[in-house]
Nanobody, 117 residues
């Protein structure tokens, strides 16, 4: 299976920046879709950003213009650059992978992002 290791979370002031990393145990060149989800206490997990193997990206309306998802195939890593952070961005962020060949979803362990006002 694909193992995902996340890093980069932390505590920042509103307006600050963080970069999340998700390192995969296999080549991400063959992964159909990778994305970042987040879940705040008492709320459903929501899609923040996604990127396909073809490089197509999608973002939640709430983060457009502030967050950027990118991929480094050589390092088997996907990133989420988060700028102009707001308190409402506070959540646990999860890396997600969908592999069509095996019809399988994989999840990272989650990393906490806390934005103070």
């Amino acid at each position: 299976q694909v193992q995902l290791v996340e890093s980069g979370g932390g505590l920042v002031q509103a307006g600050g920046s963080l970069r999340l990393s998700c390192a995969a145990s296999t080549s991400i060149f063959r992964i159909n879709v990778m994305g970042w989800y987040r879940q705040a206490p008492g709320k459903q997990r929501e899609l923040v950003a996604s990127i396909t193997s073809g490089g197509n990206t999608d973002y939640a309306d709430s983060v457009k213009g502030r967050f950027t998802i990118s991929r480094d195939n050589a390092k088997n890593t996907v990133y989420l650059q988060m700028n102009s952070l707001k308190p409402e961005d506070t959540a646990v962020y999860y890396c997600h992978v969908f592999v069509a060949a095996t019809i399988t979803d994989y999840w990272g362990q989650g990393t906490q992002v806390t934005v103070s006002s």
